[in-house]
């Protein structure tokens, strides 16, 4: 089973470093000119401009004065470095309304997937498929949580559902598919989904090769290629 198409803003998010003090000056986008700072305080590195520079220098996180999509831009960057701590923090400081928005439920995904918190991820994800059913990731992230807690035919009918919507472009959609019915003991099953997932991406035909969930036909998915 695999879980594709983590969606991650790609930013420059405040990090902690053992790189002595320095700053140097930097172009923005809207071509206006900032001061970035990284400074060595007491063990800790601040890098960040003007006020939130000043925000994580003296652990002061400000609701007002910084807006929402910062503090999805922070969240992200803290995820993709693995702080896991930090990301939590500055999601938990968004308006509880904007929280619900799929732009805050994706990053909830992302965060409790990689501290594998599967019965929040569930929570989750089953929030932003009622957001945005059209975007895949929801639903596969869903079922991802569920199997992970074994409880794979309700990942099966997660998933099941799915396909009414993604079943002609997502090929994750049927590799997962596929392992839950391995699971389930329906080999038939398993290997029509196999092959449809492996139409669709060739990559899937070295994933399965080495995925436990399709242990049990091991010795079919050579003449699958």
């Known amino acids: 089973m695999v879980l594709k198409g983590q969606i991650l803003v790609e930013i420059s998010a405040p990090i902690r470093s053992t ?17 970035e700072l990284r400074a060595n305080l007491g063990g800790r590195v601040a890098f960040g401009v003007g006020e ?12 007002p004065m910084i807006p929402t999509h910062r503090r999805l831009e922070y969240a992200s ?7 896991h701590r930090d990301a939590e923090d500055e999601l938990r400081l968004i308006a509880e309304n904007e929280n619900k928005y799929p732009e805050a439920l ?34 596969i992230s869903w ?14 009918e997660v998933l099941l ?27 038939i099953e398993a290997k029509r989904r196999l092959a449809t997932a492996f139409e669709m991406d060739a990559d899937f035909k070295n994933s399965a090769k080495e995925d436990p969930d399709l242990e049990a036909l091991r010795g079919e998915l050579e003449g699958m290629d």
Request: net charge negative; charged share 25%; glycine share 8%.
């Open 106 to 139: 994706r990053l909830w995904v992302a965060l409790y997937h990689e501290t594998k918190e599967w019965l929040a991820l569930i929570n989750v994800a089953e929030t932003l498929v009622g957001a945005e059913p059209d975007e895949e990731h929801g639903w």
């Open 52 to 63: 939130d520079c000043f925000r994580i220098l003296f652990g002061i996180r400000y609701g």
């Open 161 to 187: 559902q799915a396909e009414v919507l993604h079943g002609k472009s997502c090929a994750v959609l049927h590799y997962n598919l596929a392992c839950y019915a391995c699971l389930l003991e329906d080999p």
């Open 77 to 83: 960057g803290y995820i993709g470095l693995g702080m």
């Open 143 to 156: 079922a991802y949580a569920l199997r992970e807690l074994n409880r794979v035919k309700d990942a099966q």
């Open 19 to 35: 790189q002595p003090a320095n700053h140097k000056e930097e172009k923005r986008a809207d071509g206006s000119s900032s001061l």
